[in-house]
């Protein structure tokens, strides 16, 4: 797993940030003008739950955009385990700024520590496995690199970042090609430098699959029989990535199969906000 600290995923961290200020603040915080403008404090983001922490560079660039003289100092760190009334960072400048500055921050560390306390459960229920746990396109609108970012917090991996990075040749593509065969010459053809996925439903079309050179197979929506066949006929030529609507539960028995990758889209898209809050002191 590459290092998500310093990743391409976090190329938009100021962008994502401005956005949501913006949305938030508007013409400005009418509340925290009740708040004389020179009064100092300092406040804790505490959390409230069993988690995992994720959110760390989007909530420092929360409070630096809101007022550059505000300091965060964080106790814990993205990728640590978080439990009840755990104090994660302590943050110290202006109320008003802390104030303004208050829910963007805890908005984008609630929704990714979600997401990475949710990988790191799968990921760690499928260790004893060689498989890699996939996320996939499934997320929120503006967030996907952010929440991509949180997937690799927690132990699990990236599929394609979107459309551009890599083929993923689905039963619609094939149809409107002309086939399994005819799809991957011409994406090679196309950008010979791209991973070419084509997605199968039977056996016999991952055998054109593999005979056509796929580099990845995906297998949907197939049961554990047919995973573990295709393991078989595909005999290390391809990776071979299961797809279905898998949750943590079933994922485990779908790795212990010997496919390379699980894909599951409930990384991003099936998760309840972890639980933060900012109390000053």
């Given at each position: 797993?590459?290092?998500?600290?310093?990743?391409?995923?976090?190329?938009?961290?100021?962008?994502?940030?401005?956005?949501?200020?913006?949305?938030?603040?508007?013409?400005?915080?009418?509340?925290?003008?009740?708040?004389?403008?020179?009064?100092m404090?300092?406040?804790?983001?505490?959390?409230?739950?069993?988690?995992?922490?994720?959110?760390e560079?989007?909530?420092?660039?929360?409070?630096?955009q809101?007022d550059?003289?505000?300091?965060?100092?964080?106790?814990?760190?993205?990728?640590?385990?978080?439990?009840?009334?755990?104090?994660?960072?302590?943050?110290?400048?202006?109320?008003?700024?802390l104030?303004?500055?208050?829910?963007?921050?805890?908005?984008f560390?609630q929704t990714?520590?979600?997401?990475?306390?949710?990988?790191?459960?799968?990921?760690?229920?499928?260790k004893?496995?060689?498989?890699?746990?996939?996320?996939?396109?499934?997320?929120?609108?503006?967030l996907?690199?952010?929440?991509?970012y949180?997937?690799?917090?927690?132990g699990?991996?990236?599929?394609?970042?979107?459309?551009?990075?890599?083929?993923?040749?689905?039963?619609?593509h094939?149809?409107?090609?002309?086939?399994?065969?005819?799809a991957?010459?011409?994406?090679?053809?196309?950008?010979?430098?791209?991973?070419?996925?084509?997605?199968?439903?039977?056996?016999?079309?991952?055998?054109?699959?593999l005979?056509?050179?796929?580099?990845i197979?995906l297998?949907d929506?197939?049961?554990l029989?047919?995973?573990r066949?295709a393991?078989?006929?595909?005999?290390?030529?391809?990776k071979?990535?299961?797809?279905g609507g898998?949750?943590?539960?079933?994922?485990v028995?779908?790795a212990?199969t010997?496919v390379?990758y699980?894909?599951?889209?409930?990384?991003?898209?099936?998760?309840?906000?972890?639980?933060?809050?900012?109390?000053?002191?």
């Open positions: 797993m590459n290092n998500p600290l310093h990743s391409p995923l976090l190329d938009n961290v100021a962008d994502t940030v401005r956005y949501a200020l913006a949305e938030d603040i508007g013409t400005g915080d009418i509340t925290a003008e009740l708040i004389p403008p020179d009064r404090a300092e406040a804790r983001i505490i959390c409230r739950q069993h988690a995992t922490l994720c959110g560079p989007w909530v420092n660039e929360v409070f630096k809101v550059p003289d505000i300091t965060v100092e964080w106790v814990l760190h993205d990728g640590e385990s978080l439990s009840p009334n755990d104090v994660v960072c302590i943050i110290r400048g202006k109320a008003r700024s104030l303004t500055a208050e829910r963007s921050a805890l908005n560390m990714l520590s979600a997401v990475a306390s949710r990988a790191k459960t799968i990921s760690g229920q499928v004893h496995t060689n498989v890699k746990i996939l996320d996939t396109r499934k997320t929120i609108p503006g996907r690199l952010a929440q991509k949180a997937v690799q917090i927690g699990c991996y990236n599929h394609r970042i979107g459309l551009y990075d890599a083929y993923l040749i689905k039963e619609n094939i149809t409107a090609s002309g086939g399994i065969t005819a991957i010459r011409k994406a090679r053809e196309l950008h010979p430098g791209k991973h070419v996925e084509v997605e199968v439903e039977t056996h016999e079309q991952l055998k054109e699959a005979a056509a050179n796929a580099d197979v297998l929506n197939h049961t029989e047919m995973l066949e393991v078989r006929i595909n005999n290390g030529q391809a071979l990535e299961a797809s898998y949750d943590i539960e079933s994922a028995a779908v212990e010997g390379d699980i894909s599951v889209g409930s990384l991003t898209k099936h998760i309840s906000a972890t639980d933060f809050t900012m109390l000053f002191d």
